[in-house]
């Protein structure tokens, strides 16, 4: 098994930047791609990031140019580092880890306000 948790969530204004951690631990080896989902309020979870255990990474659309999503093995932690954040980028962002086994391990979520 695999447990995720997250941090760095929080509130911050139009324009700025917020990093979201998230550290496995159990049998991680049997994890091949990590990723960030949000879910918005009356919206439905959509994946944010992704990257595999080979490196090649994935972004929505609307976060591409913004959002970067990047690991340290060493401390089995990976990384979403979003930059100029707007007011619909307000979600809960849980952090995935899709395993080999073809199940989905789940963090509990951290909430991300951007608000002036």
């Known amino acids: 098994q695999v447990q995720l948790v997250e941090s760095g969530g929080g509130l911050v204004q139009p324009g700025g930047s917020l990093r979201l951690s998230c550290t496995a631990s159990g049998i991680v080896f049997s994890i091949h791609a990590m990723g960030w989902y949000r879910q918005a309020p009356g919206k439905q979870r959509e994946l944010v990031a992704s990257?595999?255990?080979?490196?090649?990474?994935n972004y929505v659309d609307s976060v591409k140019g913004r959002f970067t999503i990047s690991r340290d093995n060493a401390k089995n932690t990976v990384y979403l580092q979003m930059n100029s954040l707007k007011p619909e980028d307000t979600a809960v962002y849980y952090c995935?880890?899709?395993?080999?086994?073809?199940?989905?391990?789940w963090g509990q979520g951290t909430l991300v306000t951007v608000s002036s």
């Open positions: 990257l595999t255990r080979s490196g090649s990474s």
């Open positions: 995935n880890a899709g395993l080999l086994s073809g199940s989905d391990a």
